[in-house]
């Protein structure tokens, strides 16, 4: 995985941290991130990878990408979309989540999602 981010020069920024995942807020400050992801058949083993980026399938490769907004220091908009295909279209894509449980191989993966935070 390879990606970068900008935002508004006051965010605190990190691998985790940031406006995009929630974890700052304040109002009209704004981030956005692109990460790239090549994930091998058998690189890593596939009930171990996270969910949040192409389902936690291996052998796909892809983009995902978020773009965060503050609207009042408590309310955080983020929007996200991710695209992927196979690496090697002879294997499948192995893995077993709860979000698309009985699905497999992917052979085409699209994502948006709108989030609304509300932080308290």
Known sequence: MIGFGVGS???????????????YARKNTWEARVYWQHVEQYSLDVNLLDSDFFEGRANLEGIYSAFAYSFSDAVIGTLRYGFAHPINNNLGTGGNNTDIPLLNPVNNYHIAQLDLTFRF
């Open 9 to 23: 020069v006051t965010n605190t920024y990190g691998p985790i941290t940031g406006l995009v995942y929630g974890s």
